[in-house]
């Protein structure tokens, strides 16, 4: 079975400024994929980037870049000149890329911009 | 293209009754997946149907259930609801079967309350 932890349940960042958020998993899989999700308070949960697991480039999108450290089982989200739009809660979820393989989220993180 | 869309967007049940959730794809959109999200569990997998048949299913007690229309519209239903029944079910489309290479879209949510 997998686990997501994401341990830091809430984090605040000044407007403009850099943040990290932390996940880490477990599992026995090779090949898989991590995402973060974010949910603004309205609660529609989009996508903000994905990592394939045999890539060992880290991904980015705009202000959002990951770290994923595969051996230490590690995929954090930065998120770069942080804007009061970021705040929000943020999921790191895994898929293991085997049939009938299911999402697992993380708890969640709530970040919030400071103005 | 309009998103994922879920009806009704709130509901107060009692115990033991049994309550039916309605999620609309993104059109085009074959596979859908449930979500439940409570503060104490996070997000946990229900089931994921494409095609009318269930693909994959999470640990949960029979008495969640679900299917899927030709349309690919979807349904979930709770029997003999509990209290710990109360959370936000989420649906999520995606355009085949599973979510890795594919996005997954997420509906705003149904929020139930089960007194």
């Known amino acids: 079975a997998q686990t997501v932890t994401q341990s830091q349940p809430e984090m605040s960042v000044q407007e403009a400024e850099t943040v990290t958020l932390s996940c880490t998993y477990d599992?026995?899989?090779?090949?898989?994929?991590l995402f973060w999700y974010k949910q603004p308070p309205s609660r529609q949960m989009i996508l903000v980037i994905r990592q394939e697991a045999y890539k060992q480039q880290n991904a980015t999108e705009n202000r959002f870049s990951v770290n994923f450290q595969k051996a230490a089982k590690s995929f954090s989200l930065k998120i770069s000149d942080s804007q009061l739009g970021d705040a929000a809660m943020y999921f790191c979820a895994f898929h293991p890329t085997g049939a009938n393989s299911k999402l697992t989220f993380g708890k969640g993180i709530t970040l919030s911009v400071r103005p | 293209k309009a998103g994922v869309t879920q009806t009704p967007r709130y509901l107060i049940k009692t115990r033991g009754q049994q309550v039916t959730l309605s999620c609309s794809p993104i059109?085009?959109?074959?596979?859908v997946s449930w979500y439940q999200q409570t503060p104490g569990q996070g997000l946990q997998f229900l089931f994921e149907y494409f095609s009318e048949t269930q693909r994959n299913k999470g640990n949960f007690p029979g008495r969640f259930s679900g299917r899927q229309f030709s349309n690919s519209r979807s349904e979930m239903n709770v029997s003999t609801l509990e209290l710990g029944d109360s959370a936000l079910y989420l649906c999520?489309?995606?355009?085949?079967?599973?979510?890795?290479?594919?996005?997954?879209?997420f509906g705003p949510g149904t929020r139930l309350t089960v007194l």
């Open positions: 059109s085009g959109h074959r596979s």
């Open positions: 599992t026995s899989e090779s090949d898989y994929y």
């Open positions: 999520a489309s995606s355009l085949v079967l599973g979510v890795v290479g594919n996005e997954q879209f």
